[in-house]
């Protein structure tokens, strides 16, 4: 069965770093691209960043030069290096696979269970 497992969120002072992790099961997920979302309260899931099967990412434009996503296909693992974060970035973050990379979340089936990334002095 496949699963997906996000973890490393917490609390954070504005201008830390967080890693997320996102370790998958039941699969191989050097078959998947792996995108990482985000939800705040009361706001729709967004995308945040992407990574495809051969390691080409892709970030919203919110993010860029602050996240890093990156994928370990030995350990079957994805992450998210957050930097510089702000209190706009506080959400809870899920990762997701599909075949092809995308940054909109309706285009994905699979999802963890999400963590939660709180941004506050």
């Known amino acids: 069965q496949l699963q997906l497992v996000e973890s490393g969120g917490g609390l954070v002072q504005p201008g830390g770093s967080l890693r997320l992790s996102c370790a998958a099961s039941?699969?191989?997920?050097?078959?998947?691209?792996i995108g990482w979302f985000r939800q705040a309260p009361g706001k729709e899931r967004e995308g945040v960043s992407c990574?495809?099967?051969?390691?080409?990412?892709y970030y919203e434009d919110f993010v860029k030069g602050r996240f890093s996503i990156s994928r370990d296909n030995a350990k079957n693992m994805a992450y998210l290096q957050m930097n510089s974060l702000t209190p706009e970035d506080t959400a809870v973050y899920y990762c997701?696979?599909?075949?092809?990379?995308?940054?909109?979340?309706?285009?994905?089936?699979?999802w963890g269970q999400g963590t939660q990334v709180t941004v506050s002095s």
């Open positions: 990574i495809s099967r051969g390691g080409v990412t």
């Open positions: 039941g699969f191989t997920l050097d078959n998947y691209a």
């Open positions: 997701a696979v599909r075949k092809w990379c995308s940054l909109k979340a309706n285009e994905y089936d699979s």
